[in-house]
């Protein structure tokens, strides 16, 4: 208490993190007559920490409708920016390791039943089909016929019971071309725990 707004242990900013410009939204409100529902203002403390304020003004008027004052409302929205800012770069680092993942891995996603339902540029450029002709297609557009039922009954007991396999498969290109991936598959759960699909990071080995 005691302090002004230009005290200097006390610093405003604007939602982007920069310093204030300008007037206070109240005193915009009486200049002009626009009234703000929502101005979202950082104040940082002496203590270190920024407390996000939501703002909002209205004009208050006498009987003859002449402007006398304003009123201005704060609601403490700390925690709720806080939240989206954690969303974001939570999403930026997603993004990120996505980017990485696709850059250096063949990535296919399908539902419980083996029935395809997403595949990444580089799973397309190394098998050489095109995304539309993979997506709801079961996997035996990619066997190559090579490995025996029981090879694929032993991987699907494995991904089924929740653990991750790993090993080679040899799937066939578009070209009818063989092709060996280093592989790992594991089970995506849903909400209830239950297997709402899989998903496949594989490497191109044949060459090695």
């Known amino acids: 208490m005691g302090r002004t707004s230009t005290d200097p242990r006390w610093r405003a900013v604007d939602e982007h993190g920069q310093d204030w ?5 109240a005193m915009v409100t ?7 529902d929502r101005a979202i203002l950082g104040i940082h403390t002496p203590d270190g920490e ?3 304020l939501n703002v909002g003004t209205r004009l208050v008027r006498d009987a003859e409708g002449r402007v006398g004052s304003v009123v201005a409302s704060f609601t ?24 990485a993942l696709d850059e250096h891995a063949m990535v296919m996603l399908t539902d419980a039943n083996g029935i395809i339902t997403e595949v990444n540029d580089r799973f397309c ?8 002709s993979l997506i709801g ?7 190559s016929g090579h490995h025996p039922p029981e090879f694929w009954a032993e991987l699907w007991r494995t991904i089924i019971d929740g653990r991750t396999w790993r090993g080679e498969i040899c799937n066939r290109t578009a070209s009818g071309e063989a092709c060996w ?11 209830d725990g239950a297997i709402a699909g899989f998903i496949s990071l594989q490497t ?5």
Do not use: M
């Open 76 to 99: 403490d929205v700390s925690e709720t920016i806080r939240g989206h800012r954690a969303a974001e770069e939570t999403s930026r680092q997603l993004a990120a390791y996505h980017a």
């Open 125 to 132: 450029r190394v098998l050489g089909h095109p995304r539309e």
């Open 30 to 36: 009486l200049k002009t007559g626009l009234e703000f």
């Open 137 to 143: 297609s079961s996997l035996r557009v990619v066997n």
């Open 50 to 52: 920024c407390r996000w």
């Open 181 to 191: 991936l280093e592989t790992s598959i594991t089970a995506l759960r849903g909400p």
């Open 204 to 208: 191109d080995i044949t060459g090695l």
């Open 21 to 25: 410009e300008g007037d206070h939204p």
